[in-house]
């Protein structure tokens, strides 16, 4: 899942790779950077707390600047996991027609 973390040189992207537990904001996620700034490095791995790595739909643009809307880790995760059913049913059903 893409996201951003958020820290003194701004928010840098990145990917998760793995949660402790999405429903703790306390909870550590292992994570990829995708791009560097300051002393963070493109590909550097960092283990930090989920309260720190913000979602991408999340953070929005006003007036120049990155924002970040209220968002909640569990709800964002139940409806990727419900987008990624629905694909598979969708693929299921193509292949079982064709």
């Keep these: 899942m893409l996201a951003y973390y958020d820290t003194f040189f701004g928010l840098i992207p990145c990917r998760i790779a793995a949660v402790g537990d999405w429903s703790s904001a306390d909870s550590l996620a292992r994570i990829q950077l ?5 002393a963070y490095r493109r590909g550097e791995w960092l283990t930090v707390p989920l309260r720190s790595v913000v979602p991408r739909r999340a953070v929005f643009r006003r ?4 924002m970040i809307r ?6 964002i ?4 996991r419900a987008g990624a059913a629905l694909n598979r049913a969708t693929l299921d059903a193509l292949r079982a027609g064709a």
């Design 34 to 38: 995708t791009a560097g700034r300051g």
């Design 70 to 75: 209220r968002y909640s880790w569990p709800a």
């Design 77 to 80: 995760v139940a409806e990727a």
């Design 63 to 66: 007036a120049g600047c990155k």
